[in-house]
């Protein structure tokens, strides 16, 4: 399985989503990483041609050490995840109407 022009549209909702309810004043821009087990190049520049948020999307195999122990566990990922999702889902209003929602 390779990386798919898709997984931009759904990267770009998660920076979002991210920007609108965890962003402070004091942090940085999200980034966007899209790793996959292969990539063309063609449908990257494509892909990525016309989003303004900062997203890269890299070949790996296995992560090194280094890097790996950097990135956030797959735990911590997917609570952040199901967090967002219940958040999402409990108000039909969409991302930037929901009132006083934060992460914890």
């Not at 991210?18 to 004091?26: P, S, W």
């Amino acid at each position: 399985m390779s990386g798919k022009p898709e997984f931009v549209g759904k990267m770009n909702f998660y920076l979002a989503a991210v920007d609108a309810k965890l962003v402070t004043d004091g942090d940085s821009p999200s980034i966007g990483l899209i790793l996959c087990r292969g990539k063309n190049g063609l449908v990257v520049e494509y892909a990525l041609r016309d989003v303004n948020k900062p997203m890269a999307v890299s070949e790996y195999k296995v992560l090194p050490p280094k890097i790996a122990s950097a990135l956030p566990s797959p735990t911590s990922l997917r609570r952040v995840w199901m967090t967002l999702t219940k958040l999402m889902s409990h108000n039909p209003k969409g991302p930037n109407q929901a009132e006083g929602a934060r992460f914890k």
